[in-house]
């Protein structure tokens, strides 16, 4: 893998979205990889013209919510903005565009989207596993924590308990002096 290829998988990570819970790229960003002369026009023609290949779970628009949601991240229009919503592909329909499109360039590119697509999951997989051991980390932390508060709150009863007996050690002694015998010492409170 050159360089080339490497700095356009990078481009194109980051052109992967998550949107109703799935990785999508949008119609746009294809037609700009894609090198489409009409940009989402022919995409969009072209899904079309074959669109018993793109069920609802390779393809769909974009509710306005969700535009929203990517807004930031949207090329505008020379009107003033996206005139509709965009359609998004998901990795199956980013393979199926490529075989309706049938150009080289998109099945070159199509091959570094699903490169990207690959690395993306393998992403999300190993920080998924990164966040269940910090999770596992936290709560054996808490754990430890009230292990070490119990054994704490232990300790100041036993204190308690011993400082009961000395203050009763002290109250006999006191006796003691008070009966004559001043040869008994009084035993210091703990602190």
């Not at 628009?61 to 949601?69: A, F, G, I, R, Y």
């Not at 998901?90 to 690959?118: C, D, H, Y």
């Not at 808490?142 to 054994?151: P, T, V």
Request: net charge positive; glycine share 4%.
């Amino acid at each position: 893998m050159n360089t080339n290829t490497l700095v356009k998988e990078e481009k194109i990570e980051n052109m992967i979205y998550e949107v109703r819970g799935k990785q999508v790229m949008l119609d746009s960003d294809l037609a700009k990889l894609y090198e489409c002369v009409n940009g989402t026009k022919s995409i969009n023609l072209a899904v079309h013209r074959n669109a018993e290949r793109f069920p609802n779970d390779f393809y769909f628009q974009l509710t306005p919510e969700e535009c929203k949601n990517l807004k930031f991240q949207f090329e505008t229009s020379k009107h003033g903005g996206v005139r509709k919503n965009p359609y998004v592909f998901t990795e199956q329909g980013v393979a199926m565009l490529a075989s309706v499109l049938r150009t080289p360039v998109a099945i070159k590119v199509s091959v570094n989207i699903m490169r990207a697509f690959v690395i993306m999951r393998k992403y999300i997989s190993n920080k998924l596993i990164e966040q269940k051991y910090i999770n596992n980390l936290v709560i054996k932390h808490e754990e430890d924590i009230k292990l070490l508060q119990e054994s704490f709150n232990k300790f100041e009863e036993k204190k308690k308990e011993i400082q009961k007996f000395i203050d009763s050690l002290n109250l006999s002694v006191s006796e003691e002096l008070n009966m004559g015998k001043p040869e008994m010492l009084l035993i210091k409170k703990i602190k």
